[in-house]
Nanobody, 122 residues
Framework: QVQLVESGGGLVQAGGSLRLSCAAS????????MGWFRQAPGKEREFVAT????????YYANSVKGRFTISRDNTRNTVYLQMNSLKHEDTAVYYC???????????????WGLGTQVSVSS
């Protein structure tokens, strides 16, 4: 089993930055891509970004492209999401997830964290 724990959320003004972290522990079979998803109140969970095991391939949602950067440090079993130029519409609970395959679809992901709240004041 794999446990994922997110941290780094909080309240920030529009235009500000936050860095989310996702620490993984436990044992996963195979190599895992890692992704970030988010869910705003009253909305469905949506894809934000994903990164391959090697870190060489990344994908972003159009809404965050150019503002968010996903990265990973496999020596620390940690994935990061650097969020810059935050907007009010970025307000959501952010979840990290692990998948044996790189992709944007939530159903591909086997393991999920409990989430961290990001609130952006306008």
């Amino acid at each position: 089993q794999v446990q994922l724990v997110e941290s780094g959320g909080g309240l920030v003004q529009a235009g500000g930055s936050l860095r989310l972290s996702c620490a993984a522990s436990g044992r996963a079979r195979g190599l895992y891509a890692m992704g970030w998803f988010r869910q705003a109140p009253g909305k469905e969970r949506e894809f934000v970004a994903t990164i391959s095991w090697s870190g060489g391939t990344t994908y972003y949602a159009n809404s965050v492209k150019g503002r968010f950067t996903i990265s990973r440090d496999n020596t620390r079993n940690t994935v990061y999401l650097q969020m810059n130029s935050l907007k009010h519409e970025d307000t959501a609970v952010y979840y990290c997830a692990g998948s044996p395959n790189l992709g944007r679809v939530a159903s591909l992901y086997d393991y999920w964290g409990l989430g961290t709240q990001v609130s952006v004041s306008s």
